[in-house]
């Protein structure tokens, strides 16, 4: 059991420039986010997703989009790169009944140059 | 809006001794969730504590444990004989019960974070 992989783990982009962060869990959970958490900061909602087919927006939507075709799957993409994007990029998921606990994956750290 | 207040930016102690983490929440739900969340260097988010709102009995897990005041909306996290490796940023979070699209979304809201030096 993985749990749930990101990848990359680390990249640099220029401005400008696009990029998808993938995001896969096999704990066949329902609810997957997306989250980023910017130096001395705690972790804010960009999206979220409730099943396949179905994501809406969090807290910190701008410049970010997302989709949900599998369960398994939650790509995150960047359309024209800014450097307000560096930022460490969580990936998590969760079950819908009980305590719901998020998984967090590692991490992607992202840096706009 | 909920939010979620740490006011402690950074903590120390000593090994074997006893810290308490402050956090406040604001809110103005009845049912919800609370959470202390882990992140050692590693950058992992480790879970270490929950608590239902409805439950009036404090959480505890081996040494770790809160102090839950719901009507002063305070959830502090106590780790007691310190460890080096509770070194670590400690993050409280608030998860609504509120649904949206007919079931709950579960989404966390955290604060920013307190950082946590373990001496030797």
């Known amino acids: 059991n993985a749990g749930v992989t990101q990848t990359p783990k680390f990249r640099i982009l220029k401005i400008g420039q696009s990029m998808t962060l993938q995001c896969t869990q096999d704990?066949?959970?329902?609810?997957m986010y997306w989250y980023r958490q910017d130096p001395g900061m705690g972790l804010k909602l960009i999206y979220y997703?409730?099943?396949?087919?179905?994501?809406d927006k969090g807290e910190v939507p701008n410049g970010y989009n997302v989709s949900r075709s599998t369960t398994e799957d939650f790509p995150l993409r960047l359309e024209l790169a800014a450097p307000s994007q560096t930022s460490v990029y969580f990936c998590?998921?969760?079950?819908?009944?009980?305590?719901?606990?998020?998984?967090f994956g590692p991490g992607t750290r992202l840096t706009v140059l | 809006a909920q939010t979620v207040t740490q006011s402690q930016p950074e903590m120390s102690v000593q090994e074997a001794e006893t810290v308490t983490l402050s956090c406040t929440y604001d809110t103005s739900e009845s049912d919800y969730y609370l959470f202390w969340y882990k992140q050692p260097p590693s950058r992992q988010m480790i879970l270490v504590i929950r608590?239902?709102?409805?439950?009036?009995q404090n959480a505890t897990e081996n040494r770790f444990s809160v102090n839950f005041q719901k009507a002063a909306k305070s959830f502090s996290l106590k780790i007691s004989d310190s460890q080096l490796g509770d070194a670590a940023m400690y993050f409280c979070?608030?998860?609504?019960?509120?649904?949206?699209?007919?079931?709950?979304?579960?989404?966390?809201?955290f604060g920013t974070g307190t950082l946590l030096a373990v001496q030797p």
């Open positions: 979070a608030y998860r609504s019960e509120r649904t949206s699209y007919g079931g709950a979304t579960n989404k966390l809201i």
């Open positions: 997703s409730v099943g396949a087919g179905i994501t």
């Open positions: 704990m066949n959970h329902n609810y």
């Open positions: 998590a998921s969760s079950y819908r009944t009980g305590y719901n606990e998020q998984f």
């Open positions: 608590q239902e709102a409805y439950k009036q």
